[in-house]
Each structure stands twice: as structure tokens, then as C-alpha cells.
């Protein structure tokens, strides 16, 4: 893989009252969530990581502008300070996901930037699509703050469990230097940072990582903005070999790690014209096997998991109008051979490709919609998909209550993250969900 490196960090002064000063993602937060941060302690880290709402969008350059004065007011002050020896940090996630207990483990160091893709002895290898707005919000802010406030999620092999053996030991040494929660109740993530700072355990943890593919999990915005903005660099001079933005912050988990939890992102569909649940069997029947469901939503999941046993594809089907539920299975075996054939077989196998190739493409927009685009929205759990169907939440690109027809997936599974990556292939928007996220502003990484 590209090596790695421990860094100076930057980071709050006061680990005992750090907990009112993280925050999630700033792709997460609304602009009421930011108020609510800053309202609880004005320190708080958003009012650097995300200086303007709603967040994805390239915002007036004031707001970065202000970003970077407030950053360096708090370095000046004491709020922040910049470590004066390079470190990694061991930093373990607890939390409760789908019923279970996880400890996510993993390494925050830096990572030598280099492009996309396959390279020998180890590339950086995303898995989804990226769109300009967010590229350039994230861009406009590290251009200003020289900094990279937030942590990439980066996966990698580890396929004997050196790294993953090493971090936990870490963890079992000592107590954390730093132990803080994020969230509440049921979403309650508690994040604790072991600091590391000598040579021959950072060299170990180099080592353990030496030759690996890196695959960006979440964060693939960031990625890029931190290869943009070391092309800006570069285009206003020499960029030393050594320069701290030929270095990208990740948080490096392994793929053995028995804490790391992917959860599924259903589809809920309208807007189409139409559309009923009877109009979709029927217009599907030719490309889908369709078995109704008894019991409703709450045993859709189940009855997938038991026909996943056989087929490689199974999805599950909701109507919201009359509540009736169903699983179906494409009929022909390789259903977007035909239609996707450039497309590697790993990627032809997602349930989320037959998703969009297939019932969105084929079935639900040319057949019930007059061709013209369908509804989305992207809810994680079966709460949330009924939710979306009382008008609680708010579908892309609709208003409250446009929902018509769920389409329950299942997770991703890790195996195809790493099949589709390596095959150089972009997976549909949407594909995977890590919980939980990486907390922001545990530590950042100064890039001038």
C-alpha cells in the first residue's frame, strides 16, 4: 500500500471536556444539528469543519475564510495545539448496532497521496461515485485552514491479522488517553484515543500495513480534495518531497476486524405516475419472481435471509398504499449481462446494481413513469423506511409523503466492496453503510 506515517497533529488541549467539542461528519449535520453543537459549547468543532449549510455545497468564500481565522484564533489562544513530535492514534469505537455490541478498532496515521487506483505494491481503490458540490466545499476549506480537519475511513486487508493484533494490544495496555461519547441513546458511540508515540511500535504498525490495497470506505470527497488541493500546490510551485499535504489523515481498520459493522441502505421509490403494487407485478413478472410475504415489513428480512440461501440476488418489496410485502429474485441469472455487459461480474452481482439497472431503469421509470426520473431516498433500517411512508422524512428530490415502493436490500457484503474496487469499478450511489461514523475532531492534520 502507499506508506504510511505517523503526524503532528492538531488537536484540543482539554481531553476532559472534549466530549461537547467533537461532532459527527460534517456531511451528516443539518443546519439545525450545528446550532445545537455550537449552542452546547461554541468550541465546538463545526464551527471550523463546517462553516457553511446546508453542507455538500460550495458556499460564499467568507464563511472558509472565517473558518480559517476562528482555527487559528484557537491555536493562538490554548484551544488548540499542534503536537510537537509525530504520533499515530489507536482509537476504538463501542456501539451498538442491529442488535449486537461491536468495538471498532483501527489506526489514525497519514498515508501518502497518490491518485485512484490499482498500483504495484498497494493503491488507494474507491468504491463509489463522487459529485462536484461537495469536492468543492471541502476543497474551499482546506485551501483556507491548511488543514484536513476530518479523518478518512480506510479499509485494508490484513489478511493475517497482524495489524488488527497489534492495535488491540495497544488498546489492552493502558488506559485510553482519551475516552469521550458521541451520540445518545441507541446511537451512543463511545470513542476512545490511545496516543502512540514510540518508534519501534509505529514502525511495527508500517510494517504490518507494507504492500496492501487501501479501499476507501467513507470519505471519498475528502480523497479527492486532498489530491486537488496537492495539484494546487504543485501549480504554484515546487511541492517538497516531505511537504505535509503529500499526506493524507485516514483511519486505517482492518477487514478481519471483528468490530467492523456494514448495515444495508433500502431504497424507497415514487413519484411515478403510475404507479400500484399491482401495475409493478405485472410489468415486472417477465424479469422477476415475485412470492408474497406474510406477516408484512417485519418479515420481509427474514424470509430474505432464508431465500439468499439459494440465490444469489433477493430483494424485498414494500407498498406503502397497501401495505402488502413480498421478496423477489430476478429470473435469469446474470439479469444485466444484457443491459450492463461492460460491466465486471462482481458488479453485475449487487443486489443495489439490480436496484437501479433493473427495476429503476427497466421496470419502474420507462414503464410507470412516462420514462422520466423516479424519487429516491436512502433509509438504513425498517423504522426509517416507515418513516419515509408516514411523511416523517423527506425523499431526494420530493417532498414528505411521496413514497410508494420500498425495496429492502441487504448489507453489501465486505467481500464485493474488495471484488468490485479491484476490478476498478465505481459501485451505484449508496451502496455501503459503515456504522458508525468517524467522529470529527478528535485530531486534524496541519498541511502547511
Known amino acids: 500500500m502507499p506508506q504510511v506515517f505517523p503526524f503532528t497533529a492538531i488537536q484540543y488541549t482539554d481531553f476532559t471536556a472534549i466530549g461537547t467539542k467533537i461532532a459527527p461528519p460534517y456531511d451528516v449535520l443539518s443546519a439545525k444539528d450545528k446550532q445545537a453543537l455550537l449552542h452546547r459549547d461554541a468550541r465546538n468543532i463545526v464551527a471550523i469543519d463546517l462553516p457553511h449549510v446546508p453542507p455538500k455545497q460550495l458556499g460564499p468564500i467568507e464563511a472558509y ?18 503536537r510537537g513530535k509525530p504520533v499515530m492514534f489507536a482509537y476504538r469505537q463501542s456501539f451498538d448496532f442491529l442488535g449486537q455490541h461491536y468495538q471498532r478498532c483501527g489506526m489514525c496515521c497519514t498515508v501518502e497521496t497518490v491518485p485512484f487506483g490499482p498500483r504495484t505494491g498497494g493503491g488507494i481503490l474507491p468504491h463509489e461515485q463522487t459529485f462536484s458540490g461537495p469536492k468543492e466545499d471541502r476543497f474551499a476549506l482546506m485551501r483556507e485552514t491548511q488543514t484536513q480537519m476530518s479523518p478518512i475511513f480506510g479499509l485494508h486487508p490484513d489478511d493475517d491479522g497482524a495489524a488488527t493484533k497489534l492495535v488491540r494490544s495497544v488498546m489492552d495496555s493502558r488506559d485510553p488517553d482519551i475516552s469521550t461519547t458521541l451520540g445518545e441513546g441507541p446511537k451512543l458511540v463511545t470513542e476512545e484515543v490511545w496516543i502512540i508515540d514510540d518508534d519501534e511500535t509505529m514502525k511495527a504498525y508500517e510494517d504490518a500495513l507494507d504492500g496492501e490495497d487501501v479501499f476507501i470506505a467513507d470519505g471519498h470527497h475528502r480523497y479527492n480534495t486532498a489530491l486537488n488541493y496537492l495539484e494546487y500546490l504543485k501549480q504554484a510551485g ?74 444469489v440476488n433477493v430483494l424485498g418489496l414494500y407498498d406503502f398504499a397497501t401495505q402488502r410485502a413480498a421478496i423477489c429474485t430476478p429470473r435469469d441469472p446474470d439479469p444485466l449481462q444484457a443491459t450492463c455487459a461492460n460491466r465486471h461480474e462482481s458488479w453485475r452481482q449487487l443486489d443495489v446494481a439490480l436496484v437501479q439497472h433493473l427495476i429503476v431503469e427497466q421496470i419502474c421509470a420507462p414503464k410507470l413513469n412516462d420514462g422520466n426520473d423516479v424519487k429516491w431516498a436512502f433509509p438504513h433500517s425498517i423504522p426509517e423506511v416507515l418513516e419515509i411512508g408516514e411523511g416523517s422524512e423527506t425523499g431526494a428530490g420530493g417532498g414528505a409523503g411521496f413514497a410508494q415502493l420500498a425495496v429492502i436490500v441487504r448489507p453489501t457484503p465486505l467481500q464485493s466492496v474488495r471484488d468490485v474496487s479491484k476490478a476498478n469499478e465505481l459501485m451505484p450511489q449508496k451502496s455501503t453503510f459503515f456504522y458508525p461514523k468517524l467522529a470529527t475532531g478528535l485530531f486534524m492534520n496541519p498541511l502547511a
Open 238 to 311: 515546487d511541492v517538497a518531497e516531505d511537504h505535509p499535504a503529500r499526506r493524507t489523515m485516514m483511519v486505517m481498520v482492518s477487514m478481519s476486524d471483528p468490530g467492523l459493522a456494514i448495515g444495508p441502505t433500502h431504497r424507497v421509490l415514487g413519484g411515478m405516475a403510475h404507479y400500484t403494487f399491482d401495475a409493478f407485478c405485472d410489468t415486472a413478472k417477465d424479469l422477476l419472481s415475485i412470492e408474497t410475504v406474510s406477516g408484512g415489513i417485519d418479515s420481509i428480512e427474514a424470509a430474505m435471509h432464508s431465500k439468499g440461501e439459494t440465490h
Open 65 to 82: 475564510q472565517d473558518a480559517a481565522t476562528t482555527l487559528q484564533l484557537w491555536l493562538s489562544d490554548g484551544t488548540l495545539a499542534r
